[in-house]
């Protein structure tokens, strides 16, 4: 027995940075919207509160914030000859659970892709040729510019406290920033973050090496600050427990704390939580959907909500799923290399060193979620040559600490033995004396990377879990190689007591350990219906009333962090459905 | 000969597999004694010994976690001994938990073994893999040296865990080794240095070893002040702020 409910103008799939940015846009334009979270509201003031907040076994290692894969999970394998096996408990990933959304356990690394990514496929065609981007690899331009997104970054960097020093103001370079940034109009909300001693020894050292520190721009208030919507944050504290962690100052950049309890105070906004949407519910034509079936996880009742327009805001691999769950727009078939909801599935890859440095003191567990210094000179930097190398896309490196609490974070080096007297005295040796370095580098979409629906494991709900296709390429193991060379020659110039060096992968994508929550792609955003699923205004093709928000509009995905787009694209979509969709309901660009 | 060892080496696990007692007598039977107001404050370890006892293990399972805290957390300048840190606590309850009953595990099949790179694939939760873990390495010790792993010598007790974490070792009837291993060191690590609230890092020690301030953290002025200098550490936990 399904019970229908009452016709609201829009209806939002899950309420974390997207979905209460767009709630809250839509809302205060008069529309009547309700938005459906499948997890609980947590209220910062008492459930993130000091000292119950600060237990790492209890959010980091058994996830308490996190999405519970007894209920629903993917299956996972590295290429189509495998059998899919269910990822049974999370770990490379980490998708967030609860109002909020992963915006509430983030970090805060807020970056601005620029048009090497939004016009990647033009841009390396035209400096080296169609040839030099593999058969196999299937990237697209973006259907979108860094100039129409830069009023949107901006207004989410305002929105979300970002602290950070401009590196390209309006064309003119500023000192201490990123030169290779592409200009924005103005400097960022807050200052930058005080530099921990990590960051201060890795800046010096790209220095020495000829590279462009930078420290990195994160949503972790570095003051006080009042945003342009009046949401109040706290200064951050460097407390050592950001990423997994709900923020007990209010300092870092959180729907939580911004965009939804603004929401939550017009009354043209309704939010139910422990609400799980099953599917999206489409007209007799299927021209059109026409609202969003889902249970109520408290009663297990089910509910269909009819809507004027279906804003797809959970996290990105859940949005693939509910498209798929849902029949709209053709699935992606890698044989046929037809459909596009599914494709370019996309991940990150990394590498790392660890420096051991006797005598110097770099207390981990001193550092904010951005706690690091970036360069960016194999990343976004285009005056760096691939051409030589092979490879499309880059990385960057960094230096500095995030969350390096002692369950997770114990550097001793290489060869020490696992337990016993040596392992002790390697452990209270060196948890101190040791910083990181890392690379962080961008995965290009590949045809046997995807999302399809799995044929025999299933959720709670009776329904086919997504599975999930994916492996590194050979051109991500020739700039694995490289990020490696680089990392290690800036180690090496530090003169550290001991260096794990790092090494670039070779393995296959493995589901343990824990390496990155930036899952992107499904349904790509771009110019034609024949390689995208969604217009540059994240608008289905298929049906014209429904738009698909979050980083699996990504078409590929780079080495930042992906949430500085997701925002900026969260209020770009915003003001397409206000200032144009709600005048003119219809497809934003002709097919 | 195994025989010959076990009768004589009549010990506490024969005692207790003999003994006519109920199972709480038994558990405390088996927890260290000690009399924490008796001992000198830098050696205090065990400080509850009252609401101790064990919720999931049984005794043979106790005895070989207690012997292998003991192991691989030998006391020495740095810190007490594994049992006296709480380790063995903090990994019975750990297995009575939910984490331990397989909460957040996904646990439909069907089930197959898959390659390494599909992560956790078996129909056990972590108690079950523990409690069949400890089995077949004790029998593999019994096997190979007479007794199970609590009545080895510190140089068969090495023996055995090189093997466990190099998969020399392979179980005749047991789970994937790898898999055992990577639990029970993982929840060792966490004994270790999870927040004392669990039962294990008893009076922070885990956290003093390696000079972790705890869950209070308010270091904005601290991390200028403290740059490239140690920072005073008396490490708080969320019991001390409760």
Same mark, same amino acid.
């Given at each position: 027995?399904?019970?229908?409910l ?8 899950g ?6 940015i ?35 076994l ?18 996972i ?15 490379s ?16 690394h807020?970056w ?11 841009m ?7 040839n ?7 990237i ?34 500023? *000192?201490?920033? #990123? @030169?290779?940034?592409a200009? $924005?109009?103005?400097?960022? !909300?807050?200052p930058? =973050? ?6 201060v020894?890795f800046t ?10 930078f ?23 460097y407390?050592?427990?950001c990423q997994?962690?709900g923020c ?10 911004s965009?939804?309890?603004? *929401?939550?105070? #017009? @009354?043209?906004f309704?939010? $139910?939580?422990?609400s799980w !949407?099953t599917?999206? =519910? ?11 079936a889902y ?6 009742e089910?509910?269909e909500?009819p809507?004027?327009m279906?804003?797809?805001c ?7 799923h509910l498209?798929?769950l ?33 005598g $110097?003191?770099?207390?981990?567990f001193?550092?904010?979620g ?22 499309v896309g ?21 060869g020490?033995p696992?337990?016993?007297?040596a392992?002790?005295?390697a ?10 370095i ?6 290009m979409?590949?045809?046997y990377?995807?999302y ?6 299933r959720?709670?709900?009776?329904l086919?879990l997504?599975r999930?296709t994916?492996?590194?390429?050979a051109?991500?193991?020739k700039m ?13 110039s ?26 992107t ?5 771009g110019t ?18 429904l738009?698909v928000?979050g ?8 080495s ?28 934003l660009?002709?097919? | ?9 009549f ?35 065990a400080t509850?010994?009252?609401s ?8 043979e ?10 192991h ?7 810190t ?9 606590i903090?990994i ?6 939910g ?6 595990l996904?646990?439909?099949?069907p089930?197959?073994?898959?390659v ?7 129909p056990?939760t ?8 400890i089995?077949a ?26 093997g466990?974490?190099t ?11 790898r ?17 004392p ?17 705890g ?19 008396d ?8």
């Amino acid at each position: 027995m399904v019970t229908k409910l009452k016709e609201v103008d829009a209806v939002i799939v899950g309420l974390g940075w997207t979905g209460g940015i767009l709630g809250k846009e839509l809302s205060e334009a008069g529309l009547k919207v309700v938005a459906l979270e499948r997890g609980d509201l947590r209220v910062p003031a008492k459930d993130f509160a000091v000292p119950i907040v600060r237990d790492e076994l209890r959010f980091v290692v058994r996830h308490e914030l996190m999405q519970n894969t007894a209920r629903d999970t993917l299956t996972i394998r590295n290429n189509p000859s495998q059998e899919a096996l269910p990822m049974r408990r999370l770990g490379s990933f980490l998708p967030g659970d609860g109002v909020g959304g992963s915006a509430v356990h983030w970090s805060g690394h807020t970056w601005r892709w620029t048009d090497m990514e939004f016009r990647v496929r033009s841009m390396y065609e035209e400096r080296y040729g169609k040839n030099f981007i593999p058969a196999d690899m299937t990237i697209q331009d973006w259907g979108i510019t860094y100039a129409e997104l830069e009023p949107y970054y901006d207004r989410f960097e305002y929105t979300a406290a970002v602290s950070g020093k401009a590196g390209n103001i309006k064309g003119q370079i500023q *000192a201490g920033g #990123n @030169p290779f940034e592409a200009p $924005r109009a103005r400097e960022y !909300a807050l200052p930058p =973050l005080t530099p921990i001693q990590a960051s201060v020894m890795f800046t010096e050292a790209a220095k020495n090496n000829g590279y462009h520190p930078f420290p990195r721009p994160s949503a972790n208030a570095s003051q006080a600050y009042t945003n342009p919507d009046g949401a109040q944050y706290g200064a951050c504290q460097y407390c050592g427990y950001c990423q997994r962690f709900g923020c007990e100052a209010n300092a870092k950049g959180s729907p939580l704390t911004s965009v939804i309890p603004i *929401a939550l105070r #017009n @009354p043209n906004f309704e939010l $139910r939580t422990n609400s799980w !949407a099953t599917k999206v =519910l489409k007209d007799s034509d299927g021209k059109r959907v026409t609202g969003v079936a889902y249970t109520n996880l408290l009663s297990g009742e089910e509910f269909e909500q009819p809507a004027g327009m279906v804003l797809l805001c959970a996290y990105a691999i859940n949005n693939v799923h509910l498209m798929l769950l849902s029949g709209i727009g053709e699935p992606y078939d890698p044989v046929a290399q037809k459909g596009v909801i599914g494709k370019n599935y996309c991940y990150q890859t990394g590498t790392g060193a660890t420096l051991f440095f006797e005598g $110097r003191y770099f207390n981990p567990f001193m550092s904010a979620g951005g706690s690091n210094a970036t360069i960016d000179d194999f990343n976004i930097n285009w005056d760096f040559d691939r051409g030589p190398h092979g490879f499309v896309g880059g990385y960057s490196v960094a230096g500095g600490f995030n969350s390096a609490l002692p369950i997770g974070y114990r550097p001793v080096p290489r060869g020490t033995p696992q337990w016993g007297k040596a392992w002790k005295a390697a452990t209270a040796k060196w948890y101190q004396t040791a910083m990181n370095i890392g690379a962080s580098g961008s995965v290009m979409a590949n045809r046997y990377n995807y999302y399809d629906l799995d044929p025999t494991y299933r959720n709670a709900f009776g329904l086919p879990l997504m599975r999930m296709t994916f492996d590194y390429k050979a051109n991500e193991h020739k700039m694995g190689e490289h990020a490696a060379r680089t990392v290690n020659a800036i180690a090496r110039s530090m003169n550290p007591t001991h260096l794990n060096e790092a090494v670039a992968r070779t393995l296959p994508w493995t589901v343990v350990p824990y390496q990155s929550t930036h899952n992107t792609g499904g349904t790509p955003m771009g110019t034609n219906p024949k390689d995208s699923a969604l217009n540059k205004y994240l608008q289905s093709w298929d049906c014209h009333n429904l738009f698909v928000v979050g980083a699996n509009v990504f078409p590929h995905n780079a080495s930042y962090n992906p949430t500085g787009p997701v925002g900026a694209l969260a209020y770009w979509t915003a003001d397409a459905i206000k200032n144009r969709y709600v005048k003119n309901p219809g497809p934003l660009v002709p097919a | 000969m195994s025989e010959q060892d076990s009768s004589r080496d009549f010990g506490r696990r024969d005692f207790l597999k003999g003994a006519v007692v109920g199972g709480a007598a038994a558990a405390t039977v088996s927890l260290p004694q000690s009399a924490p107001a008796q001992q000198p404050a830098a050696a205090a370890a065990a400080t509850t010994p009252a609401s101790e006892g064990y919720s999931f293990l049984n005794l043979e399972e106790a005895a070989f976690v207690e012997a292998l805290v003991d192991h691989m957390v030998p006391a020495d300048n740095l810190t007490p001994k594994g049992t006296d840190m709480g380790l063995n606590i903090f990994i019975d309850r750990a297995l009575s938990s939910g984490w331990g009953k397989g909460e957040r595990l996904y646990m439909q099949g069907p089930w197959k073994l898959g390659v390494p790179s599909q992560g956790y694939q078996l129909p056990l939760t972590p108690a079950q893999l523990y409690r069949a873990g400890i089995e077949a390495t004790n029998a593999h010790c019994v096997k190979t040296y007479g007794k199970p792993f609590d009545r080895l010598d510190e140089k068969q007790r090495e023996e055995v865990l090189v093997g466990l974490s190099t998969a020399k070792i392979t179980f005749d009837n047991g789970p994937p080794v790898r898999v055992f291993w990577t639990t029970l060191y993982q929840t060792v690590m966490e004994g270790m240095f999870a927040d004392p609230i669990y039962g294990g890092n008893r009076n922070k020690a885990g956290w003093k070893m390696i000079g972790f301030p705890g869950v209070i953290a308010v270091h904005r002025e601290n991390v200028a002040k403290y740059r490239d200098r140690p920072y005073p550490a008396d490490p708080i936990s969320i019991a001390d702020m409760s």
